[in-house]
């Protein structure tokens, strides 16, 4: 059973910085892509940050330039570094795989998400 679990939410001023980690755990062999969405109030689901298994990410334009993600595939983990927070980027992050390989097969796996908020 593949499971993601996140850390690292909370409350940050404007302005400030927050780090989310993802941890995938299982019998896992590997995960074509790893990252984070998140979902506002009253808005749909969106995609944060998708990194490959070559390392390539690709950013939503909102994020480009203030978050940056980092993965170990040795490790099946991701992070997330969010700098210069701003108000609209509160909301429930979502850690995302994509193409998780196992003895099973191949599934998607979402994490339940950890609430961030930016507010002074």
């Known amino acids: 059973q593949v499971q993601l679990v996140e850390s690292g939410g909370g409350l940050v001023q404007p302005g400030g910085s927050l780090k989310l980690s993802c941890v995938a755990s299982?019998?896992?062999?590997?995960?074509?892509?790893m990252g984070w969405y998140r979902e506002a109030p009253e808005k749909q689901r969106e995609l944060v940050a998708l990194t490959d298994l070559d390392g390539n990410t690709n950013y939503a334009d909102s994020v480009k330039g203030r978050f940056t993600a980092s993965r170990d595939n040795a490790k099946n983990t991701v992070n997330l570094q969010m700098n210069s927070l701003t108000p609209e980027d509160t909301a429930v992050y979502y850690c995302n795989a994509v193409g998780v390989l196992t003895l099973q097969g191949m599934l998607d796996y979402w994490g339940k998400g950890t609430r961030v908020t930016v507010s002074s």
């Open positions: 299982g019998s896992i062999f590997n995960i074509h892509k």
